[in-house]
């Protein structure tokens, strides 16, 4: 699952490109003979993609959640690719056009975004593994900013997990605010609770009133890196804690007191992974009839660039949304993207 925004560019923008390693990408569908630098000769591989063209096309009815009107369109995709333009070693602008299949769900554990990000990278490394390399990247690039990079890319980590609770109701119709918990901490948060209990306070007031004022609120970078580690295992150091508000008051308290949840990937870890991959990733939301205008209008391909040096091609990942702008119940798929040589770019669906 995950948060992503309707424009992921002021967070982009908040960092200035640093080289860094990239994390070793495998995509065997991509890989092909040159016989120059401007123009790729089809292998076996792209070929074999296409020939393969109407068992992926109709691979989508079988993926569950989708809408007749998304189906559609995303066959429609498939049939006619996407176009994606970058340019070369000789800084001449390329159109390299891809088929989009679905990679296979993935477990809806709240890591998602990384379990996807690895099918859809082919990489060699485990979900958690990915999660502590996005953490670490994230915090180098933000460590290294000054003024007002950090300053913007602190109001957008608040925005996200602490809002302004006297403003937004336009636009939700319940906010969240997460807490940080250590799990060290937990014996006596739940002691301290109890006695205001004792006192006569319900229940979830006197969680929230505790929980607000001893617990880290995800309000800068260095607390999003805190919450950005939670996998939901035993070796997390701290526990997600979410207060749940209407525009009334107080609506729920999820104490999360087993510790299986985990931080949802957003905007800042998608660039974030791009970066560490040095590879631009897209985000493909489709839209439910809740959100969208009309069927040609019901999918978005939502890009992250990287903030580095692009060195390989873009990876997709797919993620199914409820409402407008992926309110409500959102998880990230793998999407296997496939070279298609053989097809013309100016006939392709979506130019990127």
Known sequence: MGKVLCDSSPIAETFQPSPSPALPWRDSTTTTTTTTKKKMAPSYEAIKAVADLEERTSSWDRVTGL??????????????????????????????????????????????????TEKATGAEIDARELRRRTVKRFLEDYDGSEGLVKESTDSAIKHLYSPDLKAGWGIHVVQEVKLL?????????????????????????????IYRERCIGVTDGSSW??????????????????????????????????GHAAAFGDDIAIESLAT?????????????????VDEDNCVFFLPHRPRSKISGPPFFLFMKGT??????????????????PL??????AVVL
């Open 343 to 348: 097809l013309s770019p100016e006939k392709a």
């Open 67 to 116: 809408e007749e009107q998304q189906k559609s369109y995303l066959q429609r995709l498939h049939a006619k690719g996407v176009v994606w333009k970058h340019r070369d070693e000789d800084d001449e602008f390329r159109s390299v056009v891809f088929l989009l299949s679905h990679g296979g769900d993935v477990e809806a554990d709240g890591n998602c975004l990384f379990t996807a």
């Open 181 to 209: 918990a250590k799990k060290a901490d937990r014996e006596g948060l739940d002691l301290a609770i109890s006695e205001l209990v004792d006192l006569g306070l319900q229940r979830e007031v006197a969680a929230e009133s």
């Open 225 to 258: 890196a805190k919450y950005m580690s939670i996998s939901g295992s035993l070796e997390d150091d701290y526990d997600i804690v979410t207060l749940q508000y209407t525009e009334e008051g107080l609506l729920s308290v999820d104490e999360n007191r087993e």
């Open 276 to 292: 560490e991959f040095q590879r631009e990733a897209f985000v493909v939301q489709a839209h439910g009839s809740d959100a969208m």
């Open 323 to 340: 409402g407008w702008c992926g309110a409500g119940a959102d998880h990230y798929e793998p999407l296997i993207a496939h070279l298609a």
